[in-house]
């Protein structure tokens, strides 16, 4: 396991008393953000992200299955995420425990609640046949804020997936339909400091994490609190209007990496 | 089933290749930020990455041998990386090449210097196309290095197969779907010793003489390509 | 005698044979001949070839001194991490504190830095440590980063010189762990910048007057400054 060391801690404390953060960013900025989209041939949609020097791969699989029964009209979409030992000396091989449940689940719900997948238009045959949207979330370099950077990836491969109906002799090829994407940010807080996109060390001793996904609107769509730290009614409103900002920032970003 | 394609046709492959002609092979050394070791490995359409942990204590200790390192490689494919998603988590496919690349590793690595610990050898396929066993273990051989392990040499795979009654270099997927035979055979470059070696298909021993020999070969060419991204990435202008 | 050139070689090079030279560290003898065992640089003497590894964990070596971070705090002694393959034992007679059986967390426990020296390393890589020196200590403030611990010997340079300019230019306390980990103390702008000269300094290791290209920089950031 990898310890953080005390005076580590110290430092970034005092740093943040002084409204300053290691890398020079202020409180509300974002690292460097990378989209490269289409990066693997097999998948029908994928995209590679780097936030700093955090690096998520995501690829979309499609497949017909059978709908849900409460929804018999519906596509189906799921989300799995991966934190691979590729990435960090602390990741565990094996079946994903709770840190990669969570992310899965928490990128799944902002795509799911802003209904970006138009799921009923996915429907082949209601009640029988459906198409299959599964969302792969590949881990492959942490340092920091593993939440942003699955779900940019994970909206960037969306946003470039083709259906693929050839393959399955359906017809051609189309994109998948979709609405306006969601855009997460993270922020985390420690010592009453709140610092938006934690690098690895900020999360490290990090109390409390706040990740609120909006919409081109300025809605929110879903949030997701994380740690065992609290956040006062303020603090939260404050990170909402944090994740508003550079969510407008970064949707604009991943339209121009799309081509739109 | 009958094979309905013309996997040879005057000498040529479906990709326009020579019987003893390789994929493309790109390589590139130390692209990760946490692993002590990584490489991005490009071989025809197969696209993977390998990272290296270690020498550390090996956990749990029950695992640990008090006179040398173990070498723990494990081989994973993305869900993502085939035509028919994969479902997550290792499957008896995976857990066996994780085995024998292992294995291979063993032998090559100073695990004498290292008692009780362990180096961990992380594979991921994230687009797969034929010999993806092949791209690990010469992706892992770079990453090793990269990482500083000692070793005896630096390790490299390459298959050789049967398409239509010839024996081919380097199957590519639709050769690997439809062919008469598969060889992946790893080496150590240096003294030509065979770290891997694996079959299945059908082969005359006359057959399996030559695919052994183009195999060999083939590891030799890319092994060259190796050195070349490892001295490229540390030999680059660092002069004056 | 000084290096000519900076040659890199990779494991499984041919570097010469027993006959003429020696094998020294980073290679290993096959049929007579001496190869390298790993990347690294060669450096060759009268009697020996040797290769100095570019990358890899810290290997300990006795009189050393580190910096290492409290891992576990156990009823006599405490483990350490001190960047190498294996955690290093610190035993409560190796402190200048009176610890009883116990209460060892009251003096060092997990996460707390430690400018320490490496004590014993025996046959089977069982590391010892020891904080009973005038230079050694817990360490309070400042800021710890790390670097591959081959380019210590470049952040320290010849007799000092490099550490010496980077004291002098930013005002800063250093301290250089052989095992790579580096403490710096000083005002936000000096850590900056010493954390800033070091990443050029990795980046750069291998070049020749590096010295004295820092030096210009370090002036010229002092000039600029006031």
Redesign the interface.
């Given at each position: 396991?990898s310890?953080?060391?005390?005076?580590?801690?110290?430092?970034l404390e005092n740093?943040a008393k002084?409204g300053?953060r290691a890398d020079?960013r202020k409180f509300d900025e974002f690292r460097n953000i990378e989209i490269e989209t289409g990066?693997?041939?097999?998948?029908e949609g994928?995209a590679r992200v780097k936030i700093g020097?955090t690096?998520v791969?995501a690829?979309?699989?499609m497949?017909i299955g059978e709908p849900y029964p409460d929804s018999p009209d519906s596509g189906v979409m799921t989300t799995?995420a991966?934190l691979?030992?590729?990435?960090?000396?602390d990741f565990e091989?094996g079946?994903?425990r709770e840190n990669a449940i969570e992310l899965a689940r928490v990128v799944d719900r902002g795509i799911r609640e802003s209904e970006l997948i138009e799921v009923d238009k996915l429907c082949i045959e209601p009640g029988e046949k459906v198409w299959l949207v599964?969302i792969?979330i590949?881990i492959?370099?942490?340092?920091g804020n593993l939440f942003d950077a699955a779900s940019i990836a994970s909206l960037a491969a969306l946003l470039t997936t083709n259906v693929p109906a050839e393959?399955l002799e359906l017809g051609e090829n189309y994109p998948l339909p979709l609405k306006e994407p969601p855009v997460s940010c993270t922020s985390v807080k420690f010592n009453d400091v709140i610092l938006i996109d934690p690098s690895l060390d900020e999360e490290e001793i990090a109390e409390a994490r706040l990740t609120v996904a909006t919409d081109k609107n300025g809605d929110i769509r879903a949030m997701q609190k994380g740690l065992n730290g609290s956040f006062t009614t303020d603090e939260v409103k404050k990170v909402i209007k944090a994740s508003i900002d550079n969510g407008k920032k970064i949707l604009e970003q991943l339209y121009k990496s799309v081509g739109k | 089933m009958e094979a309905e394609i013309k996997l040879l046709e005057n000498g040529k492959r479906l990709d326009g290749r020579k019987p003893d002609e390789l994929r493309n092979i790109k390589i590139e050394v130390g692209v990760l930020h946490r692993a002590e070791g990584s490489c991005y490995l490009e071989w025809g359409g197969n696209k993977v990455i390998a990272a290296v942990y270690g020498p550390r204590e090996a956990v749990p200790r029950h695992t640990q041998n008090p006179l040398r390192a173990i070498v723990n490689a494990r081989y994973n494919m993305a869900a993502f990386s085939v035509d028919d998603r994969k479902r997550p988590g290792p499957d008896r496919r995976s857990r066996e090449i994780s085995k024998v690349i292992s294995e291979a590793l063993e032998n090559i690595i100073l695990v004498e210097k290292y008692p009780r610990a362990s180096i961990d050898v992380n594979i991921e396929v994230l687009d797969a196309e034929a010999g993806t066993r092949c791209a690990g273990l010469t992706a892992a051989g770079v990453a090793l290095v990269d990482a500083g392990i000692p070793m005896k040499d630096i390790p490299v795979a390459c298959a050789a197969g049967k398409i239509e009654n010839q024996v081919v270099l380097d199957l590519g997927k639709e050769e690997d779907n439809y062919g008469s035979a598969d060889l992946p055979v790893a080496i150590s470059p240096r003294t030509g010793e065979i770290l891997l070696l694996q079959m299945d298909g059908h082969l005359t021993f006359e057959e399996f003489e030559k695919a052994l020999d183009l195999a060999i070969k083939g590891c030799h060419i890319i092994s060259d390509i190796q050195k070349k991204a490892i001295m490229a990435k540390y030999q680059s202008n660092k002069e004056g | 005698m000084a290096q000519e050139k900076r040659e890199i070689v990779i494991p499984s090079q041919l570097l010469g044979e027993i006959k003429n030279k020696k094998a020294g560290k980073g290679t290993f003898v096959e049929n007579g001949k001496i190869y390298a065992e790993v990347l690294g640089v060669l450096n060759l003497n009268q009697n020996y070839i040797n290769v100095i590894p570019l990358k890899g964990r810290y290997d300990p070596v006795e009189k050393d001194f580190v910096i290492g971070i409290v891992q576990e705090a156990m009823a006599s002694s405490w483990l350490v991490d001190i960047n190498a393959a294996y955690p290093a034992l610190l035993h409560v007679n190796e402190v200048p504190w009176d610890v009883e059986f116990g209460e060892t967390e009251r003096y060092l426990n997990h996460g707390d830095s430690i400018m320490a020296k490496v004590l014993q390393v025996d046959q089977e890589k069982k590391l010892q440590i020891t904080l009973k020196d005038r230079n050694l200590y817990k360490i309070k403030g400042g800021q710890i980063i790390a670097v591959e611990p081959s380019k210590v010997p470049r952040i320290i340079g010849k007799k000092g010189s490099m550490i010496t300019l980077l004291k002098k230019y930013t005002k800063c306390r250093m301290f250089v762990g052989q095992n790579g980990r580096i403490w710096i103390d000083g005002d936000e702008d000096g850590v900056k910048k010493v954390i800033d000269t070091i990443n050029l300094i990795e980046d750069e290791a291998l070049s020749y007057g590096l010295t004295n290209r820092i030096e210009e920089l370090l002036k010229k950031d002092a000039k600029d400054v006031h």
């Open positions: 396991m310890i953080t060391p005390s005076i580590k801690r110290d430092f740093l002084n300053k020079g990066v693997i041939s097999k998948a994928s020097n690096q791969i690829g979309i699989k497949d799995a991966e691979i030992p590729l990435a960090s000396p091989a079946p994903p599964f792969d590949h492959i370099d942490f340092d393959r | - | -």
